[in-house]
């Protein structure tokens, strides 16, 4: 076997047995889509979804200087999250560009899960590894020790409910607790990324295919469906959450992308970046850069990464993802765009789409927040 063939997760046989539309993503083969992608979204956002996510990179950082490394290595302050708990942050170069964004899980005093994004496992793992030098800890590459199902939307906690005896009213979001889903052992943490309530279970590889099915029957008479990444990205993108390699890459830092809160300068000790960040957030505060916003189409055409953003016949900005929203109806796109354009409402800015300048409405992120 060619070391260029893609990786297969432990549901590869399933989701062709579904009649999925395979695609190459970061090196894996996964599912797009089993039937329509719409469906699949609204289903989502109405019922429940189920997402096979064993694509994600789990790095294990263990031993008493584990929490001093993660301090260290990230941008956030990872010594102050408890036990059972998870925190959005990121992982910087020295200059401040950002390397990956990242979900940290606390499993025990001294053992942390990082999951970074697909594309970037290995240069985050590589990093962690590197800048564990001189601390009491350990970096463990543990991709191969975890398939991870995802079911989201608001049915969610009631498919799981009757699968598992785990204390999910008690599960916060951002929290993850071990437990028992249908009989097979899982970490089972209240995260996604799709804007709805919902779950990530890490399981054993082994396990995968008996938690789908497990996942599958209970939510049937509830209309839980498969979902592949084409939803997940169009679920992502009316909810305002970055993509890393569209609105976060290593030219940008936190503050230019607007996520300059997950820094946190006031933490003990030096981390890898902080001078740079420093300089970054000041730079920021005087002269603020292009801003992160919300365009929704007033025509039909949609706008892709890349395209530029118009106003008074100067280019303002740069869309960096954009798609149809099933739930709007409309084409919507995120844009970096200068801050004199970034207010909501703001007249006369368009996309340039293929020499056309279409109209476009400013609006304030997310274009979709669930009822509560």
């Not at 785990?166 to 052992?185: H, I, N, Q, R, S």
Request: aromatic share 6%; charged share 20%.
């Amino acid at each position: 076997m060619s070391s260029n063939a893609p990786r297969l997760t432990a549901l590869d046989a399933l989701h062709r047995s579904l009649g999925a539309t395979m695609t190459d993503f970061a090196g894996w083969d996964m599912p797009l889509r089993y039937g329509s992608e719409r469906d699949e979204h609204l289903a989502v956002r109405t019922r429940a979804g189920l997402f096979d996510l064993s694509h994600m990179g789990e790095i294990t950082v263990t031993g008493p200087g584990a929490a001093a490394l993660l301090n260290h290595a990230l941008v956030g302050n990872i010594a102050s999250v408890g036990v059972g708990r998870a925190r959005y942050t990121m992982i910087c170069q020295e200059d401040g560009g950002i390397l990956d964004d990242l979900i940290v899980y606390r499993l025990a005093e001294h053992e942390y899960m990082v999951v970074a994004n697909a594309s970037n496992a290995q240069v985050v793992l590589d990093a962690l590894t590197e800048r564990a030098a001189g601390f009491d800890a350990l970096v463990r590459d543990d991709r191969d020790a975890y398939a991870l199902i995802a079911v989201q939307g608001p049915e969610s906690p009631g498919i799981l409910k009757s699968l598992t005896d785990a204390d999910l009213d008690g599960l916060k979001y951002y929290a993850g607790l071990p437990g028992t889903v249908a009989g097979v052992p899982a970490l089972i943490a209240r995260t996604g990324y799709t804007g709805e309530d919902g779950f990530e279970l890490f399981v054993a590889p082994s396990d995968a295919e008996k938690l789908w099915q497990a996942l599958t029957d209970a939510g049937a008479p509830v209309g839980l469906v498969p979902c592949g990444l084409s939803c997940r990205d169009t679920l992502r993108l009316e909810a305002g959450m970055p993509l890393y390699g569209h609105e976060l890459t290593t030219s940008l830092t936190p503050f230019d992308a607007g996520l300059g809160r997950v820094v946190k300068f006031e933490k003990e000790g030096d981390f890898v970046g902080r001078a740079a960040l420093q300089e970054a957030a000041a730079r920021a505060e005087e002269n603020p850069p292009r801003v992160l916003v919300g365009l929704v189409a007033e025509g039909r055409r949609v706008p892709r990464a890349g395209f530029s953003v118009v106003a008074d016949g100067k280019v303002i900005g740069e869309v960096t993802s954009g798609a149809p929203s099933p739930t709007l109806g409309k084409p919507i796109a995120m844009a970096y765009v200068d801050a004199a354009h970034a207010a909501p409402g703001t007249a006369g800015v368009g996309v340039d789409i293929r020499g056309s300048h279409e109209p476009y409405e400013v609006v304030a992120l997310p274009f979709y927040k669930r009822q509560k």
